[in-house]
Every structure is written in C-alpha cells, then in structure tokens.
C-alpha cells in the first residue's frame, strides 16, 4: 500500500478524535506538518523490510510508512502505547524514553556488520535529544566503525514545552551548523560522513502533546 500525506493526516486525524473522547487513557504524541519530509525520506532511502526503523515517542507516521498494518497500530495506541509502539515483525522499535532508542539502535547495526546480514538502521531522533550526549557518542562511535546507520534529526525546536536553544543557550544546534555537513539540499542537511541528516518542521495543527481539547492525566 502506497502511504500518502492525505492518508498519514486522516490517520492522526483519527487518533485525535478518539483521544478527544476519551478513548486513549495515556499520553499521545502527534505528528503534523511532518508529512512531506518522512515521505520523501522513506522514498528516497528506499526504506524496506530488511531495514530497522527506530524512533521516539513521536513515531505513527513512522510506523505507517515501515508498513505496520494501521489496524495493528490503532490497536496499540488504544492500548496505550503510543509513546512506546514496537513491532518486531516489521522491525519498528520506538521509546518514549528520551534517547531510549539510540543504544539499541546502534547495537542493532553492530549486529548487522559483525554478521553480514542485509538490513541498515534508520533512527529518528528529536532536537533536544540530538543534543544529548548519548546522541553524540552513538553517532561518533557509527561514524568510526562505519556502521550501516542513519540518524535523522527532526526538528522542531520544542523539548515537551521548552524551547530546546534556550535550554542550550546556543541559538545554532550541533548539527544544525552548515559546517558540519558536506551539501544541503531542499533545506536538509546531510551530515560529511553520511550518518546524520538534519531539517526542520513546524506544527500546523496539534500541540506537542495530546490533541488540544483535553487534559492527559
């Protein structure tokens, strides 16, 4: 099945809507804005059944796009688990823990060269988090070992409610700095080595948790 924005917005949409009425009795993170920029990544990435999809607490249109069944991934969310969706079957593994992910994901691609299994590891992560210093760590040690991983760097300047450059005190990122990237297309930039990408996004519609109209706890 062929995933297109208009279907990724209904998705949410939906989710919304459930959450609104008190269907969701757990925190829900959604996406929107985001659309053009995962579809295109996945597009051009080739992104397929061998490959691992890891990511945080922000993951529906992750997972859709790996081709987790929507089905199965509304079943989940109602559950409660949308901060945590992990679908082994698909190989789609996500935390809620703030660089929960990155260690596994990592281990996940060590595994991946040390048996010479097909597969490569894409690993989205958030702003803040790429400011972390397992962040930093995972991606030096991918770099030097040339590990068949990707880290993507979403940003959307938001840390929960804090404003991920004044937290810092830096009003550049780490890897927002043009001199750490080798070519900048379309606003993305892609990182020398050819581990990281970075870009930027914008909420149009849902805060950065929940779905407006209802207090989560």
């Given at each position: 099945?062929?995933?297109?924005?208009?279907?990724?917005?209904?998705?949410?949409?939906?989710i919304?809507?459930?959450?609104n009425?008190a269907?969701?009795?757990a925190p829900?993170?959604?996406?929107?804005?985001?659309?053009d920029?995962?579809i295109?990544?996945?597009?051009?990435?080739?992104i397929g059944?061998?490959?691992?999809?890891?990511?945080?607490?922000?993951s529906?249109?992750?997972c859709?796009?790996?081709?987790?069944?929507?089905?199965?991934?509304?079943?989940?969310?109602?559950q409660?688990?949308s901060?945590?969706?992990?679908?082994?079957?698909?190989?789609v593994?996500?935390?809620?823990?703030?660089g929960?992910?990155?260690?596994?994901a990592?281990?996940?691609?060590?595994?991946?060269?040390?048996?010479?299994?097909?597969?490569?590891?894409?690993?989205f992560?958030?702003d803040?988090?790429?400011?972390?210093?397992?962040?930093?760590e995972?991606?030096?040690?991918?770099?030097n070992?040339?590990l068949?991983?990707?880290?993507?760097?979403?940003?959307?300047?938001k840390?929960?409610?804090t404003?991920?450059?004044e937290?810092?005190?830096n009003?550049?990122?780490?890897?927002?700095?043009?001199?750490?990237?080798?070519?900048?297309?379309s606003?993305?930039r892609?990182?020398?080595?050819?581990?990281?990408?970075?870009y930027?996004?914008?909420f149009a519609k849902?805060?950065?948790?929940?779905?407006?109209?209802?207090v989560?706890?």
């Open positions: 099945m062929t995933v297109t924005k208009e279907y990724l917005i209904e998705f949410e949409n939906d919304a809507k459930e959450f009425n269907q969701i009795k829900v993170h959604l996406s929107d804005g985001n659309e920029n995962l295109k990544f996945f597009s051009d990435w080739e059944e061998s490959d691992w999809v890891l990511g945080s607490w922000r529906h249109y992750h859709l796009l790996k081709g987790v069944p929507p089905q199965l991934l509304k079943a989940a969310i109602l409660g688990r901060i945590s969706l992990c679908f082994e079957k698909y190989k593994l996500c935390s809620g823990i703030v929960g992910c990155i260690p596994i990592l281990g996940i691609a060590v595994d991946i060269k040390r048996e010479n299994i097909p597969g490569r590891v894409f690993c992560i958030g803040m988090t790429s400011e972390t210093g397992v962040a930093h995972a991606i030096k040690y991918a770099v070992y040339d068949p991983i990707h880290f993507i760097i979403e940003d959307n300047g840390s929960v409610c404003d991920t450059r937290t810092w005190g009003p550049v990122l780490f890897y927002e700095s043009a001199s750490r990237f080798s070519s900048i297309n606003g993305n892609v990182c020398a080595e050819g581990k990281v990408t970075y930027k996004y914008t849902y805060p950065h948790a929940g779905a407006g109209q209802r989560q706890f």
